[in-house]
């Protein structure tokens, strides 16, 4: 981490270096700023889009030189852009986002939107629905006890939102007015929508064991009861499976159709997370063990298990789009990047304050998204390395 810082300091010197000196002589300017990119692309390992910052080119153009900015160290957002042809192109980015509320704010839960343009946060407070990249708050819907998870209608309009009231509450995206809600025995740990027609939801309901399956009206279609505490609950890409990890050291994969256990597989300690990767054929779980574990989702046998992670409880997990990368969120703070096939630790992103309690790829697999114990959403971009 302190060569990383090294890097970008070295880096931002030249590029003030080249703001200096640059204006005798563009081509000068042009490749240091080259030189700052260079040193905070390389600790990062960014490729994408870098020819953009060819300083030949950019120099050959007296009126339009080419200025690059290096922003941010440590727990501050970290932007590399340049500036081509009078737009500003950004090569990497880190953003977080604090979501003003209660002291102490705690946001549990996080999901983009289908058209990729809001975060919606599930906090202590309430409901926040907030600029992907910008984080404005469009709108918040206060509730009067935690909100344990959201996830979006697969047309953007709808979002569900469970908490520890006992209320699943279903609310107009646009609006923030809630449109129907339940209340259960009790509390809400885990709700989703079902991803291709919306036609299903589906809660876990923490102390009394329980998955149930409704129909968006709240009319119950099957309900299992697993004997132990239920964390989250996940749709598969496909709509046609659940996926539910729980405290009795298991996760389990349920058919949404007919309401039966398709295999459960063991896990190290309690179950926290787990996550499908786009084709439905993995299933990544977390759990208390120091462990993320990868499974083939139709059979339930082992893939690998990383048991390396460094903290007890692996709350979040990630897959993505191509099941190449995986990302964990821990009760430490650490984001960590593993390689999808073989489970190996790659890379770790800036350590959050407080527990990671939610993380997701991007549709594109480019980025990492999640909220953390103190009240954040973060955005990562991946290093382009890691890419393929």
Known sequence: ???????FAVGLVLALNGLVHGRKNKKVRGQSCKNAVSFAAKALGVRRKFVECDYTVASANARRPLRCQVKGSGANPLKIACNTRGKWKTLYSETEFFLPGATNLACNSVELSPDGKYFAAGCRDGLYIVGARSGVVKQFVAF???????AWSPDGTTLIAGDYNRVISLVNAATGIVIN?????QQISGVDFEPRTGQYLVAGIGSSDTVTLYDTSFNEIWSINFGEYIEKVRFSHSGKKLCVPDLSSSVHVIDVESGTIDWTASLGDYGFDCKWSHNDVYLVVGDEDYTVSKFNAKTGNLIWA??????????????????????????????????????KILHAFPVRGDYVQDIHFTPDGLSVYGADFDGYVFFYDIPDKFIY
Do not use: C, E
């Open 181 to 185: 809600s339940l209340t259960s025995t």
């Open 306 to 343: 990383q048991t390396n992670i460094p903290s007890d409880y692996v709350y979040a997990v990630g897959i993505s789009p191509n099941g190449n990368l995986v990302a964990s969120g821990d009760d430490d703070g650490n984001v960590l990047l593993l390689d999808g096939t073989t489970g």
């Open 1 to 7: 981490m302190k060569l990383r810082y090294i890097l």
């Open 144 to 150: 009067s006890n935690t909100v344990r998870s959201v």
